[in-house]
């Protein structure tokens, strides 16, 4: 086999390899579950602790601001509901996790949704996610929790969001207690809930 022959195998085995990876990951994307970010026992027993940046400031701690779209069409802010504890949901339709955890938030939203902010922030790009389709996901689910639109990205930018769903827990003082990466569990909702309520 000559010098040519053998660069050229090589080439198509790395292309194979490459379009193989691709098609599998394209496969299981819509499945993946991110790690939290705390512990696989606070995880699987729904219990949850304050931040390990406690030792900063409160003003280190402090949540960034933003401005998003409400349901009708008028901006809000993250600080209009300081006072009260706030849990911000980032999420996309066409993200499986999210869909996933949907009905934990709905749940615990009609149950304690007098007591907690429950901020379900939509990733409105305006490609894959418009308001009108997100309307229409939110009407067909049937769900009642306060939808919000990030059409000009400024809460995802704000708290750096890749991947969802990203859940950020907020004091009513306005400070990040803790924030989980992937799809939350009933326990871990309700467990959320108990630290800042």
Same mark, same amino acid.
Request: charged fraction near 25%; proline fraction near 4%.
């Given at each position: 086999?000559?010098?040519k022959t053998?660069?050229?195998i090589l080439l198509l085995f790395i292309v194979l390899v490459f379009v193989v990876g691709k098609l599998v990951y394209d496969s299981i994307k819509d499945d993946y579950t991110p790690v939290y970010t705390q512990s696989d026992e606070s995880r699987d027993t729904g219990s949850v602790s304050k931040s390990d940046e406690n030792n900063k400031s409160e003003q280190e701690n402090t949540a960034p601001d933003f401005s998003v779209l409400d349901y009708?069409? +008028?901006?809000v802010s993250l600080s209009d509901f300081y006072g009260k504890p706030i849990i911000i949901n980032?999420?996309?339709s066409w993200c499986g996790p999210c869909r996933g955890?949907?009905?934990v938030f709905e749940e615990l939203y009609k149950?304690?949704?007098?007591e907690v902010v429950?901020?379900?922030?939509?990733l409105t790009d305006g490609k894959s996610e418009t308001v009108s389709s997100v309307k229409e996901f939110i009407t067909d689910e049937g769900y009642t929790f306060p939808v919000y639109f990030d059409t000009e990205d400024s809460a995802s930018t704000a708290y750096s969001i890749n991947p969802i769903p990203h859940t950020f827990v907020i +004091?009513?003082?306005?400070?990040?207690?803790?924030?989980?990466?992937?799809?939350?569990?009933e326990n871990t909702l309700r467990a959320i809930i108990d630290l800042i309520r």
């Amino acid at each position: 086999m000559n010098q040519k022959t053998t660069v050229l195998i090589l080439l198509l085995f790395i292309v194979l390899v490459f379009v193989v990876g691709k098609l599998v990951y394209d496969s299981i994307k819509d499945d993946y579950t991110p790690v939290y970010t705390q512990s696989d026992e606070s995880r699987d027993t729904g219990s949850v602790s304050k931040s390990d940046e406690n030792n900063k400031s409160e003003q280190e701690n402090t949540a960034p601001d933003f401005s998003v779209l409400d349901y009708e069409g +008028n901006i809000v802010s993250l600080s209009d509901f300081y006072g009260k504890p706030i849990i911000i949901n980032f999420w996309a339709s066409w993200c499986g996790p999210c869909r996933g955890e949907m009905p934990v938030f709905e749940e615990l939203y009609k149950e304690f949704g007098e007591e907690v902010v429950f901020m379900m922030i939509n990733l409105t790009d305006g490609k894959s996610e418009t308001v009108s389709s997100v309307k229409e996901f939110i009407t067909d689910e049937g769900y009642t929790f306060p939808v919000y639109f990030d059409t000009e990205d400024s809460a995802s930018t704000a708290y750096s969001i890749n991947p969802i769903p990203h859940t950020f827990v907020i +004091n009513k003082n306005g400070n990040v207690e803790t924030h989980f990466i992937g799809a939350l569990n009933e326990n871990t909702l309700r467990a959320i809930i108990d630290l800042i309520r």
